[in-house]
């Protein structure tokens, strides 16, 4: 079975209400990619969220998930399968954090953009058969979920502060890798994976907890597993957080990206 058959990824951004109002870009960012592992595959995400104060974090928030999952693609290539211990994974998306501030700062010296133009946060994941990894640096949520079952863990710690809004960039550290929340979860307890902007932290989490919240989450993981045209659910995405539900609720850019493994390839390795 390819990589793509192995894992169903979807994932959608939109600008919130009150940046279309102000007729600005949309700051947040997302890239994904499914990659071989062994005899199987990986899906890799990457979110961001660009700093509403950095006139460019639109552009910073791009070049920074798209370096993120690029290094953790190429990570996972250059090692066996049978590498990825959790110290070996939470290596692997901490550098994919030093990586993206790195690409950053390149980005901003070719367009003579300074880096606190281009703040940004970060979320990067990975998910296989054996096990996910996520490495976290400033708000969102990460969130590991058995579908059938029902159970749900946040996999990181948010980086927020005294202050409604106040979060960490990864520009804003010399060494963001290092302050990095890193999580993991068996990928043979969870079969999903999902990664959220801020924006949607009040509708998808119970909060303070931070727990998912099942009215939210239920109907997007099922689509993703068991539609017939996975292809189609980014389309359905992008439209439930651009539509009035969501963003009635928040003013904030949205973003959401979910990875969840083929039904059939759960059933087969059941026999």
């Known amino acids: 079975m390819s990589g793509k058959q192995h894992w169903r990824v979807a994932a959608a951004t939109a600008a919130g209400a009150s940046h279309l109002r102000d007729d600005t870009p949309n700051q947040d960012a997302v890239a994904h990619r499914v990659v071989e592992i062994g005899h199987g595959a990986a899906a890799v995400i990457a979110v961001a969220d660009g700093a509403g104060s950095a006139p460019r974090s639109d552009e910073g928030s791009r070049v920074a998930v798209d370096a993120a999952v690029a290094s953790v693609a190429e990570g996972i290539n250059r090692r066996p399968a049978a590498a990825f211990s959790e110290v070996m994974a939470a290596s692997l998306v901490r550098y994919a954090i030093e990586r993206a501030k ?24 990975f998910a296989s058969d054996s096990l996910m990894t996520a490495a976290q640096v400033g708000d969102g949520a990460v969130i590991a979920f058995n579908i059938g079952g029902g159970d749900a863990m946040t996999l990181c710690q948010a980086h927020t502060g005294e202050y409604a809004n106040e979060t960490t960039f990864i520009t804003s550290r010399s060494r963001p890798h290092e302050i990095a929340s890193v999580g993991h979860a068996s990928g043979h307890d969870y079969d999903a994976l999902a990664l959220i902007t801020d924006g949607l932290q009040n509708l998808a989490l119970k909060m303070p907890e931070r727990e998912a919240f099942p009215g939210f989450w239920n109907p997007i993981l099922h689509d993703l597993a068991h539609t017939d045209e996975p292809e189609a659910v980014p389309a359905r995405l992008h439209a439930f957080i651009s539509g ?22 759960a059933e087969e390795g059941r026999q």
């Open 102 to 125: 790195i690409e950053v700062e390149r980005y901003g010296r070719r367009h003579n953009a300074p880096a606190r133009e281009l703040a940004s946060t970060l979320i990067v994941a």
């Open 244 to 265: 009035e539900r969501v963003q009635s609720r928040t003013g904030d850019d949205v973003t959401i990206a979910i990875a969840a493994r083929n039904p059939q390839k």
